[in-house]
């Protein structure tokens, strides 16, 4: 069984800086594309930033220079530090990867979730 365990999550003030982790357990053959989506109340989940498995990324143009997106393959863990926050990035942040298991074709997983709440 593959899980997504996120991390990292809380309340910050404007302008502050959070860390959130993403670690991929169980029977993992491969991880393609990893990502991170958030999703505030009221509002569909929609991706923040995208990175390949052989390091290229994406941004969403709202994050773009304030994010960043990273990922260790030898930890099967994905990482986004996140600078400048403002209180539009409040929402619930979710891991989501592309894995393949043994014997099985890929498919996508997701964490838990982790809020993030910036207010003064």
């Known amino acids: 069984q593959v899980q997504l365990v996120e991390s990292g999550g809380g309340l910050v003030q404007p302008g502050g800086s959070l860390r959130l982790s993403c670690t991929a357990s169980g029977r993992i053959s491969f991880i393609n594309t990893m990502a991170w989506y958030q999703q505030a109340p009221g509002r569909q989940r929609t991706l923040v930033a995208s990175i390949t498995s052989g390091g290229s990324t994406n941004y969403v143009d709202s994050v773009q220079g304030r994010f960043t997106i990273s990922r260790d393959n030898n930890k099967n863990a994905v990482y986004l530090q996140m600078n400048s926050l403002k209180p539009e990035d409040t929402a619930v942040y979710y891991c989501?990867?592309?894995?393949?298991?043994?014997?099985?074709?890929?498919?996508?997983?997701w964490g838990q979730g982790t809020q993030v709440t910036v207010s003064s």
């Open positions: 989501n990867a592309d894995i393949k298991a043994p014997f099985t074709t890929s498919r996508y997983y």
